[in-house]
């Protein structure tokens, strides 16, 4: 599985993005892909994932404001982040989960929110 995303910016608060993570290779044998943003020195965390079923889950701190979806046709996710925060300001990754239970993960995008 090959994930390649993009999408990312420079942006005003209030303002809005959509990252796309585009997915190739092993597509049957995804079963979720996510968002995921990692702050330097912290963890990685969740921010949105969808499963191949449609069930979607979002980090408490995007609710409201971050939508995820998927366009099955062109095999690609898309995180819409509207209503953007300064502290939403970091390096954004999209990973897939597959059936077996390995982790795939795209390059990072650079999401900067100024205020």
């Known amino acids: 599985v090959q994930l390649q995303a993009s999408g990312g910016g420079l942006v005003q608060a209030g303002g809005s993005l959509r990252l796309s993570c585009a997915a190739s290779?092993?597509?049957?044998?995804?079963?979720?892909v996510g968002w995921y943003r990692q702050a330097p020195g912290k963890e990685r965390e969740l921010v949105a994932s969808i499963t191949r079923g449609g069930s979607t889950r979002y980090a408490d701190s995007v609710k409201g404001r971050f939508t995820i979806s998927r366009d099955n046709a062109k095999n690609t996710v898309y995180l819409q982040m509207n209503s953007l925060k300064p502290e939403d300001t970091t390096v954004y990754y999209c990973?897939?989960?597959?059936?077996?239970?390995?982790?795939?993960w795209g390059q990072g995008t650079q999401v900067t929110v100024s205020s």
């Open positions: 290779g092993s597509i049957f044998s995804i079963n979720a």
């Open positions: 990973g897939a989960t597959t059936w077996g239970g390995s982790k795939y």
